[in-house]
């Protein structure tokens, strides 16, 4: 069954503010997981990762959060801009990796 | 940049024909992946190989096979397609951890969209 998933579907932001995308897993023995953005037409693109001996990664305008205690990940967007708009979707590694079913970004001009 | 190439964006092939999707990684990485993508289902794990002429059955393998002759090239085989194999198939790439377990991230292709007719 699904062990990876995404509190919305579709999350819809003013260009300029910051983005939240959730991101529920319940592998507690997971030790790695990923985000990717995948744009229309496109495969999905490796944004950031995090494993689980730390609980906070910052990149280029995004921070991926991880709380091991309620098992769940986030990623924060910085000062969106329309070319964030994508679906994004969360990763997991536990005996595999598994992918949750994705989150819309949709920004609004 | 990891590059992973899928040979076709688009397929359109008919019921009973054996169909060959072919994907190359430019990174030198052990691990290769083939994945189908549906809406509402998102991605799926079809076959996955960690090493040439090495292959494990992923999540849905059945209807499926793979090759991999070559540490750069994976190819994904439907034996006799049907209307149910429409779909969007996602290549991936990546490289071993050092506990020889994929703790890399994985880097995909654009995809090809398959159409069984």
């Known amino acids: 069954g699904e062990s990876v998933g995404l509190h919305l579907p579709t999350l819809s932001v003013q260009e300029g503010d910051n983005s939240i995308i959730n991101c529920a897993y319940s592998n507690s023995a997971s030790d790695y997981f990923i985000w990717y953005k995948q744009e229309s037409g496109k495969g999905p693109q490796f944004i950031i990762d995090?494993?689980?001996?730390?609980d906070k990664r910052q990149g280029q305008r995004v921070t991926v959060l991880l709380n091991k205690t309620v098992k769940h990940l986030s990623l924060q967007i910085a000062a969106t801009q329309p070319g964030d708009s994508a679906v994004y979707f969360c990763a997991e590694m536990g005996d595999g990796l598994t992918f949750g079913k994705g989150t819309h970004l949709i920004i609004q001009p | 940049d990891v590059k992973v190439t899928q040979s076709s964006r688009y397929l359109v092939k008919r019921t009973g024909e054996k169909v060959f999707l072919e994907c190359v990684q430019d990174?030198?990485?052990?691990?290769m992946f083939w994945y189908r993508q549906d809406p509402g289902l998102g991605l799926r794990l079809i076959y996955f190989s960690y090493d040439v002429k090495m292959k494990e059955k992923g999540d849905i393998p059945e209807g499926y096979s793979v090759s991999r002759e070559k540490k750069e090239r994976f190819s994904l085989i439907l034996e006799s397609a049907s209307t149910n194999q429409t779909s969007m198939y996602l290549c991936?790439?990546?490289?071993?951890?050092?506990?020889?377990?994929?703790?890399?991230?994985?880097?995909f292709g654009d995809g090809t969209r398959l159409s069984i007719l």
């Open positions: 990174m030198d990485h052990e691990n």
């Open positions: 995090i494993r689980s001996n730390m």
């Open positions: 991936a790439s990546s490289l071993i951890g050092p506990v020889g377990v994929s703790n890399q991230p994985q880097h």
